[in-house]
């Protein structure tokens, strides 16, 4: 019975701060039926999202020191929920808005904000380019032409050496 009530307290807990963020996230965007903007403030919209974005990505990209949850991985988080959300915006009035120029407009911004998801899938690769450091990563030795069995150990091949991926 213990095990039941600590798994039902649990999860009215996680549901409770779910509930909490979901209220800051609807703080900061207020819904899109209700403004019906038009091209230029939609814009204006997808321009201020895609500089949080980049504000987050500089971010990255500035630290000097250790990476930590903090200083990489919630800024990556960041830029990725402002890209989204500019993605979704954006795909959605290209798909649905009834003037054809919004809707180019639209698309111009699609591709606009494709550039920064792209961007920011490159800081994601040289992070974990970062951690697979061929100086954090042991070296051995590998003969490449030949196999084990080569007896000629002088050869440029046997000298070879090749960066262990870490497990």
Known sequence: MRIINRCVFGFIVASAAAAAGARDV?????????????????????????????????????????????????????????????????????????????????????????????????IAASIKRWRQSPSLMPMRPRNTMCGASCSNSGSPASTRTTRLASV
């Open 26 to 122: 609807l703080s900061s965007q207020q819904p899109i039926w209700s403004s019906k903007p038009d091209v230029n403030a939609f814009e204006k919209i997808e321009n201020d999202r895609l500089e949080a974005a980049q504000r987050s990505i500089d971010s990255i990209v500035a630290v000097k020191g250790a990476k930590t949850i903090d200083n990489t991985l919630s800024n990556y988080d960041e830029a990725l929920r402002q890209i989204n959300a500019a993605l979704y915006f954006s795909s959605l009035m290209e798909a649905v808005h009834p003037d054809a120029a919004f809707r180019d407009r639209a698309t111009a911004m699609t591709r606009k904000v494709s550039v920064v998801q792209t961007a920011l899938s490159l």
